[in-house]
């Protein structure tokens, strides 16, 4: 009887710690790969737009951002505010299509994105919507504890990128 109790109690113990030592696993296994982080950062970018925030999209960019065509933080801060004053709602879905870690430690990543009036609930619904269709090359890099902006290009996308 006594090896009964002890192992109900034993498991009781056990029951009430391993929910603690799952959250303790968890956090110290965070998934930090390359395309992770992208994933994150791209995320971050659509949040920023969608809800219109030219500021929390100007915090995403690294103070150092320069691009091959001379732009600075404020260039390409500007670039982002007047897109978003002249697009009162904006939606976006992207699609990662390459991710790669420099020997700097910084992550290059090509990402296709479209940006509609209305919510792309279904890319498939794209060639029905008015849609402003892109490809971005980016780069970023930690700045600090986060990650952000470094580099970045973009090109008018066809919407037939998003089908193949």
């Known amino acids: 009887m006594d090896k009964f109790i002890h192992s109900v109690s034993s498991l009781s113990r056990f029951a009430l710690i391993f929910p603690f030592l799952i ?20 995320t971050a970018c659509e949040n920023s737009i969608e809800q219109g925030s030219s500021r929390k999209l100007r915090d995403l960019i ?8 001379g ?23 992207t699609l990662t299509d390459s991710v790669i870690l420099n020997e700097d430690d910084s992550i290059s ?13 279904d890319i498939s619904r794209l ?9 971005f090359d ?5 700045e600090g504890s986060e990650w952000k902006l470094l580099e970045a290009s973009w090109r008018q996308a066809m919407l037939d990128d998003f089908f193949q």
């Open 23 to 42: 959250l303790f696993l968890q956090s110290c296994s965070k998934d930090t790969t390359p395309e992770k982080l992208i994933d994150d950062f791209v």
């Open 62 to 69: 690294a103070e150092r951002y320069g691009d091959s065509s």
């Open 71 to 93: 732009r600075t933080k404020k260039d390409i801060s500007s670039v982002a505010s007047g897109y978003l004053l002249r697009n009162k709602s904006i939606y976006c879905v």
């Open 109 to 121: 990543a090509r990402i296709l994105a479209a940006l509609a009036a209305q919510p792309i609930t």
């Open 127 to 135: 060639p029905t919507m008015n849609s402003d269709i892109y490809w």
């Open 138 to 142: 980016i780069r970023i890099g930690k």
